[in-house]
């Protein structure tokens, strides 16, 4: 009987984790309308004669503001749960597409662009992403982490396989205007997350610590004890708050290694459409599908197959992978087939980055503090972002994105080199009084 009761105690664990995890990947599948801001950049530039750093400033700020208020977003997810700070996210990032909607070619455009796509929908993206991850990964044990993971932060990636023909479809209906298009996909999305939230739950109290569950007697028995390839931190067993995370010379290590894996993508994603040549010209939006499908599939990929070999080793391949990629795009530019397969691969290792570090956080600082702490982590993607505006600006002084192309691919081969010197971090130094 007791052994009958607990099997029905876990299939109804399992099922709501399961519930979580879907959920979760459908509100990052409306979210991740941000990554087809190269098909609105472009109807910017047309409609209104901004010009490629002016159109890409907007995603930049959203990219910033985004990362930055992962701070107080994990935060306040971790003190009040994700469905209410989830909830507020909805609200704010299809609230933000209205507001960017109200531009028009005859005002100034920056108030409402900027304000609303940037800095509203940016709040709006960090409350919703910051509640979708920490409470997928609590229902789950550390074996199958990266695995759930991948398939919550996919739903970003992927977004775009719909987004990027549904935004084209919008804006060539002739009642339509890039201004509408933003109005209607900010309610829309705005009512989808809304729903998703409300099924987003952290486990009940006494729910089994993953990181804890089987605590070996001593370092070597929970190295041996521990699934091969998996870094969970042997020298602590802990879960650390953010500000002894921040006093593990690790923490800066992979936050630099993250701007530099996260920059090269961001940048691509800014002008994907822009690079768009020859017989994929006048179907820029194939090029923005394609850099989703490989986004997807680096966020799983990278997740199952650092469980099996690491992070770190995980890391090594993308970042040397990424490099490849990039020099590639920036020597076959003018042919579209290579076009489409670097970008490709370029999503796939972009994607891999951003399944590989929140798994590492989890890893090495615990499960407890995940949301406030990889929100701190996370803001090295924002400063990633900034490479969209110097592709713009290099674009501008040069009339080619290959120097760019060239920068990004030099800084993921200083991230490779830096994944030699990341050790799983020993225990922290307590507080002084």
């Not at 709006?124 to 992403?129: E, I, K, P, S, V």
């Not at 229902?139 to 992927?158: A, D, E, K, S, T």
Request: aromatic share 10%.
């Amino acid at each position: 009987m007791a052994r009958m009761g607990r099997r029905t105690l876990h299939k109804k664990t399992n099922r709501a984790g399961w519930i979580v995890t879907i959920c979760g990947a459908g509100i990052n599948l409306c979210l991740g309308g941000l990554y087809s801001w190269s098909i609105l950049k472009r109807a910017l530039e047309g409609e209104y004669g901004l010009s490629p750093a002016a159109a890409a400033l907007p995603y930049t700020v959203s990219c910033l503001v985004f990362a930055f208020m992962m701070v107080p977003a994990g935060r306040l997810q971790d003190r009040f749960g994700p469905r209410v700070v989830a909830t507020l996210g909805g609200l704010m990032f299809g609230a933000g597409l209205v507001v960017a909607g109200l531009a028009s070619p005859d005002r100034n455009t920056t108030p409402f662009l900027v304000g609303g796509f940037g800095i509203l929908s940016g709040f709006g993206l960090a409350f919703g992403y910051a509640s979708t991850t920490p409470p997928a990964v609590k229902w789950f044990p550390p074996q199958r982490q990266g695995l759930i993971v991948g398939l919550v932060v996919g739903g970003v990636g992927l977004a775009s396989v719909y987004v990027a023909p549904l935004t084209t479809y919008l804006l060539n209906r002739p009642n339509l205007d890039v201004a509408g298009v933003f109005r209607i996909l900010g309610i829309c999305f705005c009512a989808v997350i809304v729903v998703f939230a409300q099924f987003l739950k952290n486990p009940p109290p006494g729910h089994a610590h993953p990181v804890k569950a089987k605590p070996p007697a001593t370092s070597k028995n929970k190295a041996a004890a521990r699934k091969p390839g998996t870094e969970i931190n042997p020298k602590t067993g802990r879960d650390y708050a953010w500000a002894e995370m921040m006093r593990t010379p690790q923490f800066y290590l992979l936050w630099t290694m993250f701007l530099f894996g996260s920059g090269a993508g961001l940048m691509l994603i800014s002008f994907a459409v822009s690079m768009a040549k020859g017989s994929i010209a006048d179907i820029g939006f194939v090029l923005v599908a394609v850099l989703a499908v490989g986004n997807a599939g680096g966020r799983l990929a990278g997740g199952v197959v650092s469980d099996k070999i690491g992070r770190t080793r995980g890391m090594l391949l993308v970042f040397v992978a990424q490099a490849c990629m990039l020099g590639l795009l920036s020597l076959f530019s003018n042919h579209p087939g290579a076009v489409l397969f670097c970008v490709a691969g370029i999503g796939f290792n972009y994607g891999a980055c951003l399944s590989l570090f929140p798994s590492i956080t989890a890893d090495y600082y615990g499960l407890k503090n995940l949301g406030l702490n990889y929100g701190i982590m996370f803001t090295a993607w924002g400063c990633g972002s900034i490479m969209a505006t110097v592709a713009g600006r290099i674009k501008e002084a040069t009339g080619s994105y290959t120097p760019a192309l060239a920068l990004a691919a030099a800084l993921c081969i200083v991230a490779a080199g830096m994944t030699f010197l990341v050790r799983v971090p020993a225990a922290a130094h307590p507080h002084k009084p």
